[in-house]
Nanobody
Framework: QVALVESGGGLVQAGGSLRLSCAAS????????MGWFRQAPGKEREFVSA????????YYADSVRGRFTISRDNAKITVYLQMNSLKPEDTAVYYC????????????????WGQGTQVTVSS
């Protein structure tokens, strides 16, 4: 089992920035990638970004590319999501997730999930 704890959400004005963190513990040796998803009210959960643990390959949804940056700290087994130029449409609950096998960006491809952290962007 892998446990994930997210932090860093909050309320920010449009154009502002937030940094999300996700710390993993437990059976982390089998992690292939860590990712971020988000779910807005009334919408399906969608892929935001992911990073492979061994070589740091990064993946982004088109809606956030150029504004969000994912990074990792191998020693702390933590992944970060730096979110800049935030827009009201970025408002959602953001979830951290771990995938033990390659590949894919569907939520079904991920094995473990955090509890989520709320990000609210006001206009």
């Amino acid at each position: 089992q892998v446990a994930l704890v997210e932090s860093g959400g909050g309320l920010v004005q449009a154009g502002g920035s937030l940094r999300l963190s996700c710390a993993a513990s437990g059976r982390t040796f089998s992690t292939y990638a860590m990712g971020w998803f988000r779910q807005a009210p009334g919408k399906e959960r969608e892929f935001v970004s992911a990073i492979t643990w061994s070589n740091g390959m990064r993946y982004y949804a088109d809606s956030v590319r150029g504004r969000f940056t994912i990074s990792r700290d191998n020693a702390k087994i933590t992944v970060y999501l730096q979110m800049n130029s935030l827009k009201p449409e970025d408002t959602a609950v953001y979830y951290c997730a771990v995938r033990e096998r390659c590949c894919g960006v569907r939520s079904d491809d991920y094995d473990y999930w955090g509890q989520g952290t709320q990000v609210t962007v006001s206009s």
